[in-house]
């Protein structure tokens, strides 16, 4: 019998490939990033215990993205984005199918969320070590109110936290970090900050809505032309030097992790399925 995580997988990779369709017909460019990578390197697929797909768009390429996938999707995949819902938790846009509800153990909520790959801008970073570091000071700014604003998505579980987490959870249910802090207002600074050094005008980039933030900033060289790679037998767009983003990122990006860590990072349940066109 095929395990949900198995099933998560492929209702994503199919998700993928509508998008990469869209992409591609639409000329905007597209790079499988981070663990999709990773996985497509070392696994031609998925990293087997890995539950979700990542692609990164160049900033300009990202808000036409934003533009258009909303006409172009088919009638069960939908665009979701902080621009399109004000209760939208997330800074990067996510593209969703509906036809599939899982409940997937990220918030501490018990909500049913639909199937999604996410989509990640990557944004143009400054010139100069000053510059730079005062650039990053102000993205570790916006981050830390960004998660001060949505502290009512995590829950209460303390039970995986650490002792300054479950500090904050407390503080907040007195001080309302929430009231004092608009989410989508937090969301839509940081996008606009973050949209300050033009892309075409520098020689970095950054993505800064992923899980690995600076260690997934590199030349903007290294995306080149883009090349085609495979990844669970259709062939998809990475960066011409795919191998030195690996590296930046993980380090020996061909080593298996101990076999006690090669699990999902999240639970996953399907609890419903609608059968829509």
């Not at 492929?10 to 663990?35: F, N, P, W």
């Not at 846009?93 to 999604?116: C, G, M, P, T």
């Not at 983003?245 to 380090?251: P, R």
Request: proline fraction near 5%.
């Amino acid at each position: 019998m095929e395990s949900s995580l198995r099933k998560l997988q492929k209702i994503e990779a199919d998700i993928l490939q509508v998008v990469s369709k869209i992409c591609d017909e639409e000329q905007i460019r597209y790079y499988l990033s981070s663990g999709t990578l990773l996985g497509a390197v070392r696994h031609q697929g998925f990293i087997p215990w890995d539950d979700d797909i990542d692609i990164m768009i160049p900033r300009p390429d990202y808000e036409r993205f934003l533009r258009v996938a909303s006409e172009k999707l088919p009638p069960y995949l939908a665009l979701c984005h902080y621009t399109k819902d004000c209760n939208y938790p997330f800074r990067q846009a996510k593209v969703v199918d509906k036809r599939y509800q899982l409940v997937r153990e990220i918030f501490s909520d018990n909500k049913a969320y639909d199937v999604w790959i996410d989509v990640f801008p990557l944004d143009g970073l400054p010139k100069g070590r000053l510059s730079l570091t005062a650039h990053k000071c102000w993205i570790t700014f916006h981050i830390l109110t960004l998660k001060l604003s949505r502290l009512n998505y995590h829950g209460t579980d303390y039970s995986k936290r650490t002792w300054w987490q479950c500090a904050v959870l407390k503080a907040n249910k007195v001080i309302h970090f929430s009231r004092l802090l608009s989410m989508t207002k937090e969301i839509r600074k940081f996008n606009d900050f973050l949209s300050r050094y033009p892309f075409e005008q520098s020689e970095w980039c950054i993505n800064c809505f992923g899980e690995y933030i600076y260690r997934e900033s590199f030349p903007i060289s290294w995306l080149g032309d883009g090349r085609k790679i495979s990844f669970e037998g259709e062939s998809f767009s990475a960066p011409q030097e795919a191998e030195k983003y690996l590296t930046k990122v993980y380090g020996d990006y061909m080593a298996l992790p101990p076999k006690e860590q090669r699990t999902c990072k999240h639970s996953v349940e399907f609890i419903s399925r609608e059968n829509r066109l």
